[in-house]
């Protein structure tokens, strides 16, 4: 299978406060994952793509300093909200794909208060 | 980049009627075309795709059309119960896997008892 765990679950954090968002593949090694934000009635929406050891490619429109993302290994990657502010709450969801290897993570619910 | 177009955006249909979906992609290159079900606050779930080598592919209830000539691919599913309401997505990429998916605006499909 491909199966992406995602922690946390849900998360409410105070404005201007950041939160780190894990995504891991638990039966594969992910050597690319992506990161998705989805509003409330909305489609996925890409935000960045990783892979394992380099930077991550975002998507036009991202701020790459206020979304940081980590690669460090092929099993784990994570997501900082830095300075959180109420625009940001949404549903984050984590993808990870190996070769012909897709999963996708429960996703994590954020509210910025 | 690649541009999904999805419609129509909310569809209901009484219990036992077919439902069908139907997208449009702008770059020819892309090869994958999964579709996804997410219902509230869950993951997406893929429920079925095809490649650009195939014109069409069954699963039980659920089928996808593909013509690459016009850039278009249809979900088509009979039969429909009450558990088929959900959101639907189309995606398209250029492989499948570790390659980043881009997403349809999403089908509320209700199915009417």
């Known amino acids: 299978g491909a199966v992406v765990s995602q922690h946390p679950s849900w998360v409410i954090c105070k404005s201007g406060t950041s939160v780190k968002i894990e995504c891991r593949s638990l039966?594969?090694?992910?050597?690319?994952m992506f990161w998705y934000r989805q509003f409330p009635k909305q489609s996925l929406m890409l935000m960045a793509t990783s892979n394992e050891g380099s930077k991550a490619t975002y998507e036009q429109g991202v701020e790459k300093d206020k979304f940081l993302i980590n690669h460090a290994s092929l099993t784990l990657s994570t997501l900082t909200v830095t300075s959180a502010h109420p625009e940001d709450s949404s549903f984050y969801i984590c993808?990870?794909?190996?070769?012909?290897?897709?999963?996708f993570g429960p996703g994590t619910r954020l509210t910025v208060t | 980049g690649e541009n999904v177009e999805q419609h129509p955006s909310t569809l209901s249909v009484q219990e036992g009627d077919s439902a069908v979906i139907k997208c449009t992609y702008s770059?020819?290159?892309?090869?994958?075309f999964p579709w996804y079900k997410q219902e509230l606050g869950k993951r997406p779930q893929l429920i079925i795709d095809?490649?650009?080598?195939?014109g069409e592919k069954k699963d039980q209830r659920i089928a996808v059309t593909l013509n690459k000539t016009a850039k278009h691919f249809s979900l088509h599913i009979t039969e429909t119960q009450p558990e088929d309401s959900a959101v639907y997505f189309c995606a398209a990429s250029m492989v499948q896997g570790a390659q980043k998916l881009v997403f349809g605006q999403g089908t509320r499909l209700t199915i009417n008892p």
């Open positions: 993808s990870a794909g190996q070769g012909t290897k897709r999963g």
């Open positions: 039966d594969f090694q992910a050597t690319t």
């Open positions: 095809i490649r650009s080598n195939v």
């Open positions: 770059d020819s290159a892309s090869n994958y």
